[in-house]
């Protein structure tokens, strides 16, 4: 079976959708239908009844006429069996595996031995090597990629593959994303993995309030906990969702402290770090565990930033800022109709999270151009202080402060500008960008969107759904010590 992979045609029924792989479509056409393709340079008209004969070879499978082979599945673990009637023609063509199998057992019945999940969608399976599609819903992903990884039906594992990876959002009663990212580890697909870890990075406030939080593995738990690029409320969501996942799994104690030292703990604020130490039960139990860490945030919290910059190093992770929602960190901004015009609004973010810092005020100017031409092909005798827009040009957001001050002395503000979109019928994080002024800077900004097209996957109800935050990020400095 070839490796190439195209997807025709995406249908849902109910959570369920259709793989078309191989060019071979999943939709039903009369037997007599013919299309005709661009002709040959010698006049030659291709007629394709390819549909029909995919209705004869699932018929043939349906009703087991002629068939030579008996396909008995038996359940692990169970007195559970299904039997079905195959071809040993299409299965040895379909897969290697069962090429072996069929010449090593002179037999017209062939026994194979599953788990539940497996026994459970092995007839879609087979159903596959016929018909070349295959309907699938969220929980029969993994077996199915089971199966065709175990029988090496590669086009099946990388069309499974792909659909887990653009289905991350889905909606499912009790979350997959999880158990996807488990299932990727086991089977070495990094790329299921970063999609499952992305995915969960960037919608993790959502993430937090599911169900789905108390079922992650304490690998996952510490992976998610080093990243920078965490979107949620606060750093104090964080930790309350930390303490109850404590509380649901009984982790050891080990796992315990290195999940505590995660949290960074200069990001909150101290009148909520005064009320953790006397109030929550995990910070009790494990206070000495993490002492250093709260005795220098109280410092973080006591002294400017820059007098802090003289002595420790403020560039470790305690300092560094999450994505956080929270206002004091930035605002949400929805640009209706956006290839319109250009449009600009204002807002206010904290100065920074330190206790000396955290009443200061900066106002911040934004400002969003649909068709921004990008430095690298503007003329060389463009006026640089003119906006060059033209209809060749792409999106583009600068932000600035509205005013300078002597307290950005010692401090960088880092912009991050999330792009929220629908995706399974809820909403999510698409993009997330970082830039120091510009996201000209960091050179893909909605470089994939048509905004255009009213229908684009990244509007919804013809607007661009996004969050701006401004993220301080503080330099220690070099000074002689006596």
Known sequence: MPNRISVLREKRHDCAVDLVLNGIPSSSLPAA?????????????????????????????????????ALRVQTVNTDEVKVIQAHTLVL?????????????H??????????????????????????????????????????????????????????????LSSDSPTGHVVGWYQYAMQIDDANLRDSCLQYLSWNLSSVLQSGEWGSISDDLLLS???????????????????????????????TVENALRQVRYGMIPPQH????????????????????????????????????????DVNCSIFTPRNYLSPSWGSPWVINNPTRDDRSFS??????????????????????????????????????????????GRPRIIVTPATSSPD??????????????????????????NFHQSTEEAGDFLVEADLHRRASEYLIDSSLYLHVMVKPLYHSLIVARK
């Open 408 to 433: 950005f002395a010692g401090v960088s503000f880092q912009k991050t500008v999330i792009v929220t979109a629908r995706q399974g019928g809820k909403m999510v994080v698409r993009h997330v960008y």
């Open 347 to 392: 807002f206010q973010t904290q100065l920074g999270p330190s206790g000396s810092d955290a009443s200061k005020r900066v106002t911040w100017n934004a400002l969003f151009s649909p068709r921004w031409l990008p430095l690298s092909v503007r003329s060389a005798y463009t006026n640089e202080m003119q906006a060059t827009r033209t209809d060749g």
């Open 33 to 69: 239908a013919l299309k005709q393709e661009v002709a040959l340079e010698n006049g030659a008209t291709t007629l394709n009844h390819s549909m029909a004969m995919v209705q004869r070879m699932e018929g043939l499978l349906a009703q087991g006429n002629g068939s030579d082979v």
């Open 224 to 254: 998610l906990m080093q990243r920078s690029d965490l979107i949620l409320q606060s750093e104090l969501e964080l930790y309350e969702a930390l303490e109850a996942w404590i509380g649901q799994n009984q982790p050891a104690g080990l």
């Open 92 to 104: 040895s063509l379909q897969s290697e595996v069962f090429e072996e199998l069929l010449l090593s």
């Open 106 to 167: 002179n037999t017209s019945t062939l026994v194979l031995r599953e788990p539940a999940d497996c026994a459970a969608v092995f007839d879609k399976f087979i159903r596959y090597l016929y018909c070349g599609d295959i309907s699938v819903r969220l929980d029969q992903a993994i077996p199915l990629h089971k199966l065709a990884s175990k029988y090496r039906v590669w086009s099946l594992q990388q069309g499974l593959s792909q659909y887990m990876t653009g289905h």
């Open 273 to 312: 770090l005064f009320r953790l130490q006397k109030q929550s039960p995990v910070m009790l139990k494990y206070y000495e565990s993490i002492r250093d860490l709260l005795f220098l945030a109280f410092q973080f919290h006591s002294a400017s930033p820059v007098q802090l910059a003289k002595y420790f």
